[in-house]
């Protein structure tokens, strides 16, 4: 049945009632004064690298202007978050004095990282921990090659990626993102482009697992994929972002064959995807890599187009997520999220390599061995945190300007439990016995948590669900 226009708008009235009423909960309110001041000086300390504009991007108070007193301390939290989370710096400070009556110097301090990283490259090839390890740990299902990164380039925030990447799967690509067109940092722009290949495809989905065919003398898979992004800062917090995607996908015919999955693609060998997105982000949150207060809210609609040898097809999907994240006591931390997204289902059907839900980026804690294919699905997860230790400065040998280089470090202890269902009309076939989808999936267990460089991350989870299972799992990225 197709999504009717209205569907969508109610859906949206209905989340976004659902994200005022976060907002009303987490937003802190201030008695009025009449006591006003204004801002004459503010001072950076730190940033030999980078331009001063980019800090003064990330403030939310401006020089000469007048603001109440009372919110100066919560402007110089929301700046040093702001930041923070350019991921250009180790630390940052933004503090204020009252100079003399009415008049305040403000003053940020920043830690800045090193910006040249030629990183030798190591990971897994497949979904997860659990599934690597489900396949025997075999070293030939990991990729390896070497990643340069160059951020904060001229010292505007700009960063260029190179990837050359051997192993299950051939990637080489180039990433440039620009934010500063102008000064005023208000437009930016983001430039991709990669080639990938596999000998290797999972090509159906049966008893909620994968199914893999390899062929170790010819490429069975090969992809060609850029984007292109035109970013608007509207505010400090929120972005919108309008993205242009343009794919094509290229399989041996053995894939497509009767044998294996002759829905695979559209139709035939190959397939042209264009996507034209438009993403709108709040976020407000201490460290958007690994979010311990504060809150955000993310919609992204799609518009995509398919073309292959002798059909069509187009979809739409909405995808809506917002996460909730409060300090309840020392050092303790409660957090919320909830994610859905929203297609329409075209005829005579969505393309297998085209009806991901569960177990790839999104996923149920304690089915990550599992693979649950959808148009529709929601996700919500809880989790409760204990910081053993937080943004601790941990002393190395090397050497920075000539100072020991001190690496942010944390600890975290933490308590979660998931939800989530996959709405799928598709590929639910007897002889597929897919049993997860349209399914009420609950999974809970406890972790610990290690941060290192405030954005690498390493989770090592124990994790239970409703099917009995009991999982160890590593993972490579925030929960949410």
Do not use: C
């Not at 090509?203 to 909620?208: A, E, G, Q, V």
């Not at 003398?217 to 994929?225: M, V």
């Not at 097809?313 to 909830?338: A, D, P, Q």
Request: net charge positive.
């Amino acid at each position: 049945m197709q999504v009717t226009f209205s569907k969508y708008f109610l859906n949206r009235l209905k989340f976004g009632g659902v994200f005022l009423f976060f907002i009303g909960i987490a937003a802190p309110s201030f008695a009025q004064t009449n006591h006003y001041i204004i801002i004459d000086t503010i001072l950076f300390e730190g940033n030999s690298h980078t331009k001063q504009y980019v800090l003064e991007r990330e403030l939310v108070f401006k020089k000469d202007s007048i603001y109440e007193s009372a919110n100066l301390d919560v402007m110089a939290k929301d700046s040093k978050n702001l930041l923070f989370n350019t991921n250009l710096f180790l630390t940052t400070k933004v503090t204020w004095e009252e100079t003399r009556p009415k008049h305040v110097t403000v003053k940020v301090v920043v830690l800045e990282k090193w910006y040249i990283w030629p990183i030798p490259f190591f990971e897994l090839a497949d979904r997860n921990y659990k599934q690597w390890a489900d396949l025997g740990y075999k070293m030939e299902r990991t990729n390896y090659g070497l990643y340069l990164f160059t951020y904060n380039f001229r010292g505007r925030n700009e960063t260029i990626k190179l990837s050359l990447i051997n192993g299950y799967t051939r990637n080489y690509g180039i990433q440039y993102s620009l934010p500063f067109l102008d000064k005023s940092g208000k437009y930016g722009l983001e430039i991709s482009s990669s080639f990938k290949q596999n000998k290797e495809i999972w090509y159906l989905t049966r008893n909620d697992s994968l199914q893999f065919y390899k062929n170790f003398e010819n490429t069975l898979i090969q992809r060609f994929e850029n984007r292109f992004d035109f970013v608007t800062r509207r505010t400090n917090f929120s972005t919108e972002r309008w993205e242009v995607e343009f794919n094509h996908i290229k399989i041996r015919d053995t894939i497509s064959s009767k044998g294996l999955n002759p829905n695979f693609l559209l139709a035939g060998n190959t397939q042209r995807e264009l996507y034209i997105k438009h993403i709108f982000n709040y976020e407000k949150r201490d460290n958007k890599y690994y979010p311990l207060t504060g809150f955000y809210f993310k919609n992204e609609l799609s518009l995509a187009s398919f073309k292959a040898d002798t059909a069509s097809l187009e979809l739409v999907k909405e995808t809506i997520e917002f996460g909730l994240y409060k300090e309840i006591y020392k050092n303790l931390y409660l957090s919320g999220f909830f994610k859905t997204r929203l297609s329409n289902e075209p005829k005579p059907f969505i393309p297998y390599n085209n009806f991901k839900a569960f177990g790839y980026k999104d996923y149920v804690r304690g089915y990550e061995q599992y693979v649950v294919d959808g148009h529709t699905f929601m996700l919500g997860k809880l989790n409760l945190k204990y910081a053993l230790l937080h943004q601790y400065m941990l002393k190395t040998p090397l050497k920075l300007k000539q100072k020991a280089y001190r690496l942010p470090t944390g600890i975290y202890l933490n308590l979660y439990s998931d939800w989530g269902k996959v709405v799928s009309n598709q590929w639910g076939k007897a002889e597929y016995n897919n049993t997860l989808r349209n399914t009420d999936l609950v999974g809970y267990g406890a972790g610990i948590d290690f941060l290192f460089l405030n954005d690498k991350i390493f989770r090592f989870e124990y994790s239970l669900n409703i099917l009995g299972d009991k999982n160890f799992n590593l993972h490579f990225d925030k929960g949410f």
